[in-house]
Every structure is written in C-alpha cells, then in structure tokens.
T-cell receptor, first 113, second 113 residues
Framework: AQSVSQHNHHVILSEAASLELGCNYS??????LFWYVQYPGQHLQLLLK??????LVKGIKGFEAEFIKSKFSFNLRKPSVQWSDTAEYFC???????????FGTGTRLTVIP | KAGVTQTPRYLIKTRGQQVTLSCSPI?????VSWYQQTPGQGLQFLFE???????NKGNFPGRFSGRQFSNSRSEMNVSTLELGDSALYLC????????????FGPGTRLTVL
C-alpha cells in the first residue's frame, strides 16, 4: 500500500538557520511527489512538485527538494529560513496520473525571530 | 483566476444527521478530489471525480459519498454523522492530466456534537 512518512513532527529553528525536512514514500511504481505548506489560518498551497527529470526541484520562496529514488526520499530544504516560514509542511505522493494524494502526517515548523 | 471555493466554511451538526458540502473548482478544471483532515489521522483521501464519474476512492465507509455535476462542481455527502466525522474537509481541483498538481480550497470545518 502507498504511504508517506515524515519523521520530524515539530522543528524549531532560529531565523537564518538551514532547514531540511525528511520525507520517505512507499510505492513501487512511477510516483509524483509534492510538498505543500499550510500557513496559519490559510489553506494548503503547493511549494514544489516532482514528476520526472532533474531530481533537484526548486519551488517557491527559496525552497527546494531532492528526489532520491534509491532511498525513496523527497526531502525539503531551504538554506536560510525566515520567521514567515512558520507553518505546517506536508509531503505527498501519488501514483502518476491517479489524482489521489497520500499525505504524510506533516511537520510543524516554528521559526524564532 | 478565482481559486477553489467551498461552502459552507463552518458547519455544526449532531450525531445521526446528514450533511452536504459543496465545492466549486477552478474554472477549466475537470477533476475534483476530496480529503478529510483531522489531528489524529492527518490528511486522508476520500474520493476523486472526473467528468461526473468517480475515478478513485479512499478507504472510507459508504456513509461518505459524492457526486459531480456537468459544470464540474462537486458535492460531498456524509450520512448518519458520527462524532469522529468532525474534521476539516478539503476539496482540490486539477485538470487531471498526467502531470498536474491539485489546488486546494479553504475547507469546510464540520463539527459533530
């Protein structure tokens, strides 16, 4: 069965620190991968996506993620976080073309000014 | 371009009642997916509709059902409400081509008393 794991439940960082959030997925076929962000009081927004091609994908607001097929991972990174990055981050996967996202449990990021 | 809209935004029901939630996708999007978000279970896929047909279904009981109209608007119905149905119900729309992300609405917060 398809599943997504996010190992960090709550991460607290100071501004300008680097961020890496882990995401592992379990699926044997071709998979599309996503990171969504939910800012306080707002709805889910897409940060970045991977469908195929270059395994290093860049998203909005300086975020990037690297798809490592051999490790079934799609970790999210940002070199220098800002207070405005405080939010909940969700990793998601779907079988290519299936339109049924499987989400991780989310990682709450708190950035201290 | 207007985003995904969901109505109502908040709803309070009592056990045993039934409820209908509505979702209007982004103009031109023909796929609508529904998700349930709870603190305990996170985000879980309910079902997806495309061209008025259910294409995918998650692991939820038959009390959860939906439909899609010819204008791509979708409704979700939950019958015989239980306390555990209290959740944020999210709707997402996409073109449903192979490489296309889903855009989420703000959700309907359902409270079952």
């Amino acid at each position: 069965a398809q599943s997504v794991s996010q190992h960090n439940h709550h991460v607290i960082l100071s501004e300008a620190a680097s961020l890496e959030l882990g995401c592992n997925y379990s699926y044997g076929g071709t998979v599309n991968l996503f990171w969504y962000v939910q800012y306080p009081g707002q709805h889910l927004q897409l940060l970045l996506k991977y469908f195929s091609g270059d395994p290093l994908v860049k998203g909005i607001k300086g975020f990037e993620a690297e798809f490592i097929k051999s490790k079934f991972s799609f970790n999210l990174r940002k070199p220098s976080v800002q207070w405005s990055d405080t939010a909940e981050y969700f990793c998601a996967a779907e079988a290519a073309g299936a339109n049924n996202l499987f989400f991780g449990t989310g990682t709450r990021l708190t950035v201290i000014p | 371009k207007a985003g995904v809209t969901q109505t109502p935004r908040y709803l309070i029901k009592t056990r045993g009642q039934q409820v209908t939630l509505s979702c209007s996708p982004i103009s031109g999007h023909r796929s609508v997916s529904w998700y349930q978000q709870t603190p305990g279970q996170g985000l879980q896929f309910l079902f997806e509709y495309f061209s008025e047909t259910q294409r995918n279904k998650g692991n939820f009981p038959g009390r959860f059902s939906g439909r899609q109209f010819s204008n791509s608007r979708s409704e979700m119905n939950v019958s015989t409400l239980e306390l555990g149905d209290s959740a944020l119900y999210l709707c997402a729309s996409s073109f449903r081509e192979n490489y296309n992300e889903q855009f989420f609405g703000p959700g309907t917060r359902l409270t079952v008393l």
